[in-house]
């Protein structure tokens, strides 16, 4: 419900003046995405900086991305939760519009992963150690943002990558000098 009441105060109040994504100038704001592992629920936060190679109009993004997100596995002798921390760097092509409420991009991320998977045993007389998994994780992602006030915007990506991962984020994001 409240947060129906925040989208309904941004839309309302937002202004006439909207900008899409800008060289130059930080993006960064913080996502939840759907995890396709089940129904994972992941937080995350994402960081760019705009720029532009030579004398072009083609716009560029690189930052940081951080996700994490938790899910647990119920077998008959055992249960099993799972904890992940992602932490790498992004770099994005953004692709110009006419209509200047709209940034859609194509990126590519490059982070570690830290996983941990912690074992409940069911039956009397075993036990196992916490595992830790992960390792270098490459994906691909597409998204867009509609600008709603001159310097905050919805966000929406789509990611696919290695270890199995891939999710759809929604959020927000703000632009700052």
């Known amino acids: 419900m409240i947060y129906k009441n925040i989208l309904f ?3 309302l109040t937002s202004s006439v003046l909207f900008a899409q994504f800008e060289n130059g100038r930080n993006n960064f704001g913080p996502s939840v995405g759907f995890s396709f592992l089940g129904s994972a629920i992941q ?11 030579g004398n072009n109009n083609k716009s560029f993004g690189v930052g940081g991305i951080f996700r994490y997100f938790k899910y647990s596995e119920n077998f008959i002798n055992v249960s099993t939760d799972y904890t992940d921390i992602l932490l790498g760097i992004q770099t994005n092509y953004h692709f110009n519009l006419s209509d200047e409420k709209i940034d859609p991009f194509l990126g590519v991320v ?20 916490e595992e830790k998994y992960g390792g270098v994780w490459i994906g691909v992602h597409a998204g867009l943002r509609y600008w709603i006030k001159e310097n905050i915007a919805l966000s929406t990506r789509i990611g696919f990558g290695t270890l199995s991962y891939g999710a759809l984020d929604v959020g927000f994001d703000y632009m700052i000098n």
């Open 110 to 129: 490059l982070a570690y992963d830290f996983g941990f998977a912690d074992y409940k045993i069911k039956t009397a007389g075993y036990s196992v150690n």
């Open 9 to 11: 105060f941004l839309l």
């Open 43 to 53: 937080l995350g936060f994402n960081h760019e900086y705009g720029f532009s190679l």
